[in-house]
């Protein structure tokens, strides 16, 4: 079986632990290179985990004819350079969320893939988990009815992080909006089955204007199809935790855990009756690692030429509502 085999920018903690394990676990890819600034500590770490080739800088592991594809892991700042210098090599493109910082710079990155006629996918993980689709499949039914109002949440202690980067303005852009709402964002619009968000409002606990990112925010949002949604994301708590909720004329579903690989999570499923909790029924899933799917469904596109699984113009929408957020608050 023909593998894609890719080479990893950026190739720092988050990286070694999820997404180097995600391309050595997917059936239908290899790595073959890394990156990292340093040419001592990208020989390093190619060493310790038998990785053939190791580079310092982007230019030069997108030159090797020994990598097909490269999975963009760096700051957020540095996608939008990598990811054309790449598309100049003539190399696919799967590159982590937030796609860039800006609208301007997320629709040059389209327009190079498209010229150099490279697949070009953001990493949306969670639209390939089993209860994500579970869920859009029961709104899609018209299981709780008309959906009025959706609601999620994503915190975590930012000092628990081994990215330093996220904290600064101008390498992330901005702060847990961009880091994690992206998250809550794109999941929320693939289960609506919603393209567009008409109107977007956003509130800071400090705008990310001077050197440091908010640590806190809400996201306001009123979908095209009437779907009214709050979004608050925080780097301030003591522990993690995800959540997400839809509510219906006739339910609502909700399931904490949504946004890890590897974990048990449940869905709740709520019921009206006479204007009360009529029926609550439950599903458990066993969520696998979403980030070797990922790598699984863009490798193939790039081998059976069809288009990459999460829609282009979607990123590119979610670019733009981080944008409003930022520019409105």
Not at 105 to 133: I, N, Y
Request: charged share 20%.
């Amino acid at each position: 079986m023909k593998k894609i085999r890719y080479g990893i920018i950026g190739f720092g903690a988050f990286a070694e632990r999820a997404i180097m394990p995600a391309i050595r676990a997917a059936s239908n890819a290899e790595l073959t290179a890394i990156q990292k600034r340093s040419p001592e500590a990208a020989r390093q770490k190619a060493l310790e985990y038998g990785i053939p080739f190791s580079f310092d800088s982007v230019e030069a592991l997108v030159s090797s004819p020994e990598v097909d594809a490269v999975f963009i892991v760096s700051s957020n700042a540095q996608h939008h350079a990598e990811a054309l210098a790449a598309a100049a090599a003539g190399k696919h493109i799967l590159v982590e969320k937030p796609m860039a910082v800006s609208v301007r710079q997320a629709q040059e990155m389209a327009d190079a893939a498209r010229r150099a006629v490279v697949k070009l996918m953001v990493g949306h993980m969670l639209r390939f988990s089993p209860l994500v689709l579970r869920m859009k499949e029961i709104v899609a039914s018209g299981t709780i009815g008309k959906v009025i109002f959706a609601q999620s949440h994503f915190i975590y202690d930012v000092r628990m992080s081994q990215r330093a980067w996220v904290l600064d303005q101008k390498e992330a852009g901005a702060g847990p909006l961009f880091d994690i709402g992206v998250h809550c964002l794109d999941t929320m619009r693939f289960i609506l089955g919603d393209d567009r968000v008409a109107d977007v409002r956003s509130m800071m606990n400090n705008t990310p204007t001077s050197g440091k990112v908010e640590t806190a925010n809400v996201l306001s949002l009123h979908f095209s199809r009437g779907t009214l949604g709050t979004i608050y994301t925080s780097y301030e708590t003591p522990y993690r935790q995800g959540f997400i909720e839809f509510f219906g004329t006739e339910g609502s579903i909700s399931a904490f855990n949504f946004t890890p690989s590897r974990v048990e999570a449940v869905l709740e499923l709520k019921r009206g009756e006479k204007g009360l909790v009529g029926s609550v029924t439950t599903e458990r899933f066993t969520v696998p690692d979403l980030y070797t799917i990922e790598v699984e469904r863009f490798s193939d596109c790039i081998l059976n030429g069809s288009e990459p699984p999460v829609p282009l113009e979607q990123s590119l929408h979610n670019q733009e509502i981080l944008e409003r957020a930022v520019l409105g608050a």
